[in-house]
């Protein structure tokens, strides 16, 4: 039976550690417990909001005036054929819960996406990626509840219209889909993909990557390097997604700045490097004001102390955003996604 709690402080689900309560507050556990939840919402005429880990969102210092569902459903089923595995995870696993057993049986496919905070529900949202990787090149099917007519269905890879750390499910078509559970494509025979220059120089000069293990335990220590413990300190990860830019744009930046990272992305467009900007442009890399700072091991990352709130997040980001279109004429967007009214 589903448990609906009120005015429930929400800063304890979110990596940043900040947020006021949620008007109601629900941790459905099955499919059912879902419709419930949704089905009390339209009665009362409230919002509704989907948290996973709260690794990847900002939620105001009032709170959510409606209904907040953090999904607690948290089975995994695997179906071998031939050389492939079919993975099948419900949107409250761990995401990094599922990387580690996917490792542990020997599959490969998610494997650079080690590490990652949240769970399988908002890594889908979001399209998470890292290293080369993102999470839709996996996936399958995704399978939703649709509160409008009230029935579950499957949406296949194409129809997620998956892209660039996004998908459906954050625009108007999709925002109101619940993901339910995910399928994975997975394989059991694979090689290393060593076209990362973290990964290139780990491989070279600390320890040789030529397993499934070896991949993970790599990527884990990179991580750990680069972004802080989460049990100390504030933060939701890399803040602003790296721009997508036309050439022109880009050869405008490469002609100041020569040795600026450039990934071709199609024949008119790059992507850079966020994080080189604000670090190597803006000099803001390890820049704090109050409460609220850029982590000295990675200028992507906003940190925070216990003091911090989301207005303030907001405008240390804005700072960033206007002195990146002041240099360089360039727009950062974020890549959290912010839940409540907060003033950016």
């Given at each position: 039976?589903?448990?609906?709690s ?27 417990e ?9 009665e ?24 907040v ?5 948290k089975?995994?089923t ?23 057993e ?7 496919g ?49 129809s ?24 994975f ?8 993909a ?26 884990l ?29 880009r ?9 600026a ?36 091991g ?14 303030e ?32």
């Amino acid at each position: 039976m589903l448990i609906l709690s009120e005015q429930e402080s929400l800063a304890q689900y979110t990596t940043f550690k900040i947020g006021g309560p949620a008007a109601y507050f629900a941790e459905p556990e099955s499919d059912e417990e879902v419709r419930e939840a949704i089905a009390f919402a339209e009665e009362k005429q409230l919002p509704v909001v989907v948290l996973g880990g709260g690794s990847n969102v900002l939620i105001a210092d009032q709170g959510f005036p409606g209904l907040v569902l953090h999904m607690a459903n948290k089975e995994i089923t695997w179906t071998t054929e031939g050389e492939t595995t079919l993975a099948v995870s419900d949107a409250g696993v761990a995401w990094d819960f599922f990387v580690s057993e996917c490792v542990m049986r020997g599959l490969w496919g998610v494997e650079a996406l080690s590490g990652i905070p949240g769970t399988i529900g908002g890594g889908i949202v979001q399209n998470v990626g890292a290293y080369g990787k993102e999470v839709a090149e996996c996936i399958e099917w995704v399978e939703v509840y649709d509160p409008v007519t009230e029935v579950i269905r499957r949406l296949d890879r194409a129809s997620c219209h998956f892209a660039y750390r996004d998908s459906v499910f954050k625009h108007e078509e999709g925002k109101h889909l619940i993901i339910l559970r995910a399928a994975f494509q997975l394989k059991k025979n694979g090689a290393p993909a060593l076209n990362y220059k973290d990964l290139v120089e780990y491989d070279k000069n600390e320890k040789p990557i030529q397993t499934l293990g070896d991949v993970r335990e790599a990527i884990l220590a990179i991580r750990a390097r680069k972004f802080p413990d989460l049990r100390t300190i504030g933060t939701a990860g890399s803040f602003f997604k790296n721009p997508i830019v036309s050439n022109t744009v880009r050869d405008v930046l490469m002609k100041r700045y020569p040795d600026a990272p450039h990934y071709p992305v199609d024949e008119a467009h790059t992507k850079l490097s966020a994080a080189w900007i604000i670090d190597h442009v803006l000099k803001m890399r390890g820049v704090s004001e109050g409460h609220v700072g850029s982590w000295e091991g990675q200028a992507l990352v906003l940190i925070t102390d216990t003091k911090a709130t989301a207005e303030e997040v907001t405008q240390f980001a804005s700072k960033i955003i206007s002195a990146c279109m002041e240099k360089t004429n360039i727009l950062l967007e974020a890549e959290v996604i912010f839940v409540g009214d907060i003033k950016k």
